[in-house]
């Protein structure tokens, strides 16, 4: 994957995106090799992610991704829960898509990381979505649709890790190349 570098490397602050539930593992994960790296992690289980604000939680979400330089997003399985924020530009998307989106808008920063055999479901189902019966399971669809979207509007894939070993270790080498 070809990132798009962060603007500044003094605030070095970035939005951590996932589903929550299956992945609060990774993010975890996550949060600690980025903080070990030097990152503030931004992501939404911290407890004063909606401090001062009156939003909805998912606009929250999406007015973070916008005050942070860098954006990790980490597929897996699910696409997440709907959308349900006021801004009619992400109606039909799941949060995580949204915020996806939202990133792809400011052009910097932007990384990525997938399982392994999501990617590779993802692939076939390519290949073969036009066929009626075709089983995706057990990979949401939405997440196809995600995915869509990452090698559409990004121009290259996510990076793709194994579990959660390969993950950290892929992690930390791919933030220590872009210091």
């Known amino acids: 994957m070809c990132p798009l570098r962060s603007k500044s490397r ?21 949060a600690d090799v980025l903080i070990k790296e030097g990152y503030k992690v931004v992501r939404s289980e911290d407890l ?7 939003a909805h ?6 007015e973070r ?16 829960q709907a959308y349900e ?19 792809f808008r400011k052009k910097v920063g932007w990384h990525c990381f997938a399982k392994q055999e999501v990617i590779t479901i993802y692939n076939i189902w390519k290949q073969n979505k036009t066929l009626p019966e075709f089983r995706h ?15 559409r509007l990004g ?4 990076n793709a890790f194994d579990d959660p070993d390969d993950f950290k270790r892929k992690l930390k080498k791919y ?3 872009l210091n």
């Open 57 to 62: 939680r998912h606009d929250i979400c999406l």
């Open 155 to 158: 121009k290259w894939g996510p």
């Open 65 to 80: 991704v916008d005050k942070t330089h860098g954006f990790l997003l980490i597929i897996d399985w699910y696409a997440g």
């Open 48 to 54: 004063n992610f909606a401090r001062g604000s009156g």
């Open 85 to 103: 924020g006021v801004n009619p530009d992400y109606a039909g998307l799941t949060i995580t898509h949204a915020e996806a989106k939202r990133a």
């Open 175 to 177: 933030f220590r190349q």
């Open 10 to 30: 003094s605030t070095k602050k970035i939005f951590l995106s996932s589903t929550f539930r299956d992945l609060s593992y990774y993010r975890d994960l996550a």
């Open 137 to 151: 399971d057990p990979v949401e669809r939405k997440v196809f649709d995600l995915l869509d979207d990452i090698y």
